[in-house]
Nanobody, 120 residues
Framework: QVQLVESGGGLVQAGGSLRLSCAASGSIYRFNTMGWYRQAPGNQRELVAVMTSGGSTNYADSTKGRFTISRENAKNTVYLEMNSLKPEDTAVYYC??????????????WGQGTQVTVSS
């Protein structure tokens, strides 16, 4: 069973930075995509940033230029560097991994989430 464990959340002032980590149990090479999503109270979970196994990235418009997704294969870890944080970035941030077996439906895994709170 795949486990994803997020860390690095916390309380930060507007304009500050945080780096989130998502450590996977086992190699992250097997995942077709890994990414970060967030959910604020009363809102639906939304995409923050995603990276494919080939290294392509995609960001939400609200995070482009401020957030950077990266990975360290040797540590089976994906990161989200968040700069110039705004109060509207406040949410629980979740790590997601997707594995697409040949001729089968996607296998999707989620972490437990880490709280990010940005004060004004």
């Amino acid at each position: 069973q795949v486990q994803l464990v997020e860390s690095g959340g916390g309380l930060v002032q507007a304009g500050g930075s945080l780096r989130l980590s998502c450590a996977a149990s086992g190699s992250i090479y097997r995942f077709n995509t890994m990414g970060w999503y967030r959910q604020a109270p009363g809102n639906q979970r939304e995409l923050v940033a995603v990276m494919t196994s080939g290294g392509s990235t995609n960001y939400a418009d609200s995070t482009k230029g401020r957030f950077t997704i990266s990975r360290e294969n040797a540590k089976n870890t994906v990161y989200l560097e968040m700069n110039s944080l705004k109060p509207e970035d406040t949410a629980v941030y979740y790590c997601k991994a997707v594995f697409t077996p040949p001729h089968r439906t996607d296998l999707i895994y989620w972490g437990q989430g880490t709280q990010v709170t940005v004060s004004s």
